[in-house]
């Protein structure tokens, strides 16, 4: 096991930088797909500036990783510079947005 420790240890890390982006991209595309018809429609104008920065970033992610399907391109700090943090980011800002959107509904009722 010694000899292999270090490729061992190399690859967890990278399967687990790996599950974290793509159970982020997945709950990302979720709270995308509700929130787009939204603001695409007009809702909320104080939010669209907001949504339309996650959307380009989102789209871009997407369109490299259509580019690069490959697994662990994913997670390569070369094609996708700072990913975690970028997809903590926008998943913080799609909830800020969504309670928004909650708020705004909660009053109008």
């Known amino acids: ?9 190399s690859y967890e890390a990278k ?6 982006s793509l159970r982020s991209l997945q709950s990302i595309q979720r ?9 695409d429609g007009g809702a909320l104008p104080s ?6 920065h996650i959307d380009l970033e989102f789209r871009g992610i ?9 697994l662990f391109a994913l997670i ?3 094609l996708h510079p700072n990913l975690k943090r970028n997809l903590e980011h926008m998943l913080g ?3 800020w947005s969504q309670k928004k959107l909650h708020d705004f ?3 109008k009722r």
């Open 31 to 39: 709270k995308w797909v509700y929130l787009a018809p939204i603001f």
């Open 93 to 95: 800002q799609l909830e």
């Open 47 to 52: 939010e669209q500036k907001r949504f339309r």
């Open 105 to 107: 509904l909660e009053e």
């Open 15 to 20: 399967l687990g930088l790996l599950d974290f």
């Open 62 to 70: 997407m369109a490299k990783v259509e580019a690069e399907p490959a």
């Open 76 to 78: 390569d700090d070369s």
């Open 1 to 9: 096991y010694r000899s292999f420790e270090d490729v061992g240890s």
